[in-house]
């Protein structure tokens, strides 16, 4: 019988969720246009940043947030820059603005969760 440890489960779960919502967002904004989404956009790039809060609050232990620190970094970076690159290089095969909106999505997630991973870091350092 496997034991599951259930410390970090909220988080794992809204990470879960918000990369699978993501990848959803960004390809039907373009790929596959469903009307209901374009409509509620606001609100679902909304529930991307509070799923990207509860990852950073809840996901990342003290002892993890060097190696996230790093590879939400560099994920928000190349996201940011892959969203204007891939547009222009893969726009003659028509996949450049759906790439781009997944990503785009993928840094509603990540930013936040990134932002709240550095704020503890930096607090726990602070503490004397």
């Given amino acids: ?15 879960l969720v918000g990369v699978v919502l ?16 374009s409509q509620y956009n606001a609100q679902i790039y909304s529930i991307l940043i509070i799923l990207g ?6 996901n990342i232990r003290a002892s993890e ?3 996230f ?10 996201s940011r820059f892959g969203m204007d690159s891939v547009t222009g290089s893969l726009l003659g ?13 993928l840094l509603a997630l990540f930013v936040p969760a990134t932002i709240v991973v550095a704020l503890k870091t930096v607090f726990s350092i602070a503490k004397v």
């Fill in 1 to 15: 019988m496997v034991i599951k440890a259930r410390e970090n489960s909220i988080g794992a779960w809204a990470f």
């Fill in 22 to 37: 993501a990848i959803i967002i960004g390809l039907s904004t373009t790929l596959l246009p469903i009307p209901s989404l």
């Fill in 53 to 58: 809060l509860i990852v950073g609050y809840f």
């Fill in 65 to 67: 947030s060097q190696t």
């Fill in 69 to 78: 620190l790093w590879a939400g970094a560099i994920l928000v970076i190349v």
């Fill in 93 to 105: 095969i028509g996949i450049g603005p759906t790439v781009s909106s997944v990503f785009a999505a």
